[in-house]
């Protein structure tokens, strides 16, 4: 998927096995999420006691927001055209350098910098890593692929979780020990963040090995190679109601996660006496709604056997609002844990749903790319979410904002529709579909 410069030695699958390939996939999801564990429960409540605003923060986390938006078709298209390897090693790099700045961030222009950061990264890493293990496996097994799609994504969805709650338990235990009188106790996870980040890095180095010759130029991709790539993206989006749906998902599903990531805390810090006691209570929380993903992700091919996965996603994502109306509703700690567990055990089954309607239904030579569309339009949904729910929280309460961030959940299920009418068609193939032909003219494929 890209080739490197004559002489240098290029990284390639190998001998590895198919179980090889999913067991490399998942150690890297593992590296990937822990450090994102140690910041989740700390981030809102340490800007929150640096003084800034619900207000400033939502500002702030929208130019995260704006910044997806407006690279992810570009960063998808260089996946597809130049590797999704070096694409993934960069974005963990610029990442290292946004948890840094978060440290040093007690002004505005310091926070704006550390989103803006994380807007890069995650442009640059919504993609590479799931269309690696796809392809990659593919080539390896083309129908143990297409059979394992909604199993290997559980697994992915397990260790995701199960990564996330170690990172939040280390958190809260670093908040609640305060090992360093000359670093503020919230600071903590945050430099733990960071070293472990150094950690995902290298495992990506070392484990990450791809196909180099079905991609890219010698040196990089042209900028006709990246649009033509973008065009048969958004074209086979456009003639595809499947895709279009699962895009229009994402558009919601993103800003009602919005309120469950950066309100929960603030709606916990209302029941109970400081910021740093909801943080001691959130770390917990925060690793049993990660454990409940857990479950949530490893029961959900059982659920989509039953029911049919676009189905068991739309009853999912449904659940979800539901509890966001629970957290807006209830008065005590207890409830609001309750409730935000159950939220993220929902998630973590609609995710590998999600992911492998989606993967079913893209095509090889652009499936960065495509993942990058819906991680747009999450991100847009996100954006949004943060502007406008930040402002309705501070001006007529956290409770009427969340009811507003659940009726966007509900309003994404019907958006799944198409893909229930579709059924359980079977993975897009590297040499399948007008999909995979609509507007290709870039050489390698």
Same mark, same amino acid.
């Given at each position: ?9 290029? +990284? ?9 390939? =999913? ?60 590797? =999704? =390897? ?24 310091? &926070? ?15 993609? +590479? &890593? ?70 995902? &890095? ?57 309120? &469950? ?50 189905? %068991? ?53 652009? =499936? ?14 996100? %954006? ?8 309705? %929280? ?11 961030? %659940? ?39």
């Amino acid at each position: 998927m890209h080739r490197d410069h004559p002489g240098i030695p290029e +990284p390639e699958p190998g001998d590895m096995t198919f179980r090889q390939v =999913r067991r490399r996939f998942l150690v890297l999801r593992g590296t990937r999420w822990f450090p994102v564990g140690l910041v989740v429960p700390v981030l809102v409540l340490l800007l929150l006691d640096r003084g800034f605003s619900l207000v400033e923060i939502g500002l702030a986390a929208a130019l995260q927001g704006i910044i997806i938006f407006t690279l992810e078709l570009p960063t998808g298209g260089l996946s597809d055209t130049i590797g =999704r =390897r070096p694409v993934l090693v960069g974005a963990t790099a610029v990442d290292c350098v946004a948890v840094v700045v978060l440290l040093a961030a007690h002004s505005m222009q310091m &926070l704006l910098i550390f989103w803006a950061l994380q807007g890069i990264y995650r442009a640059l890493e919504s993609g +590479p &890593l799931e269309s690696w293990y796809v392809d990659t496996a593919q080539s390896i097994d083309d129908d143990g692929a297409a059979a394992d799609l909604e199993r290997a994504f559980s697994a992915a969805g397990v260790v995701t979780a199960l990564s996330l709650a170690a990172g939040a338990t280390v958190a809260s235990a670093l908040v609640a020990l305060d090992p360093f009188d000359a670093i503020e106790a919230l600071t903590v996870p945050i430099i733990v963040a960071a070293v472990f980040r150094l950690v995902d &890095l290298a495992a990506l180095i070392a484990l990450m090995r791809e196909n180099c010759t079905t991609r890219g130029a010698p040196v990089g991709p042209s900028t006709t190679q990246l649009i033509d790539v973008i065009r048969a993206t958004t074209r086979s989006i456009r003639v595809s109601s499947v895709l279009a749906g699962l895009i229009a998902v994402e558009l919601f599903w993103g800003m009602g996660l919005s309120a &469950l990531e950066s309100l929960s805390p603030a709606k916990l810090a209302t029941t109970v006496a400081d910021s740093g006691t909801a943080a001691t209570i959130l770390g917990p929380a925060a690793t049993g709604a990660w454990l409940a993903a857990g479950i949530g992700a490893a029961l959900a091919p059982r659920l989509a056997a039953k029911v049919g996965t676009a189905q %068991a996603a739309m009853q999912l994502q449904a659940l979800q609002g539901v509890c966001l109306v629970a957290i807006a509703l209830v008065t005590g700690p207890v409830g609001v844990i309750a409730f935000y567990v159950f939220a993220f055990g929902a998630h973590g089954a609609i995710n590998p749903l999600y992911q492998s309607l989606l993967h079913r239904h893209t095509a090889s030579s652009h =499936r960065s790319t495509t993942v990058s569309a819906a991680s747009m339009s999450s991100q847009a949904g996100n %954006a949004i979410g943060m502007l406008l729910l930040g402002s309705i %929280a501070t001006a007529a309460g956290i409770g009427m904002a969340m009811v507003i961030a %659940a009726a966007a959940l509900m309003i994404a299920v019907p958006f799944y529709l198409p893909a229930r009418r579709a059924g359980e068609t079977a993975i897009e193939s590297p040499a399948s579909t007008t999909i995979e032909t609509a507007g290709r003219n870039h050489s390698g494929g």
